[in-house]
């Protein structure tokens, strides 16, 4: 059984900063990729960035530059900070490992 569980969300005004974090814990020995996605209102989850076990990165365009993916892989957490943050960016932020766990999600909220 593993579980991922995030945190960090929050309501911030257009601008400033979060960092979402997710940590795997249960019966998982190694991981290769851990990511973040977020979800619309009836809407399919919309891939953000993910992070390989040998320091790959990759990200969406759409938040290229402002957002950026880390992990611990002693802790095994995995990070996203997001910066300049607009209204555009309200939604439900999910984290998987391999692609085959997933979290519950966490709320970003932009508004003024």
């Known amino acids: 059984q593993v579980q991922l569980v995030e945190s960090g969300g929050g309501l911030v005004q257009p601008g400033q900063s979060l960092t979402l974090s997710c940590a795997a814990s249960?019966?998982?020995?190694?991981?290769?990729?851990m990511g973040w996605y977020r979800q619309y209102p009836g809407k399919p989850r919309e891939f953000l960035a993910t992070?390989?076990?040998?320091?790959?990165?990759i990200y969406a365009d759409s938040i290229k530059g402002r957002f950026t993916i880390s992990r611990d892989d002693v802790k095994k957490i995995v990070y996203l900070q997001l910066k300049n943050l607009q209204p555009d960016d309200t939604a439900v932020y999910l984290c998987?490992?391999?692609?085959?766990?997933w979290g519950q999600g966490t709320q970003v909220t932009v508004s003024s």
């Open positions: 998987h490992v391999d692609y085959t766990y």
């Open positions: 249960g019966s998982i020995f190694s991981i290769n990729t």
């Open positions: 992070t390989a076990s040998n320091g790959n990165r």
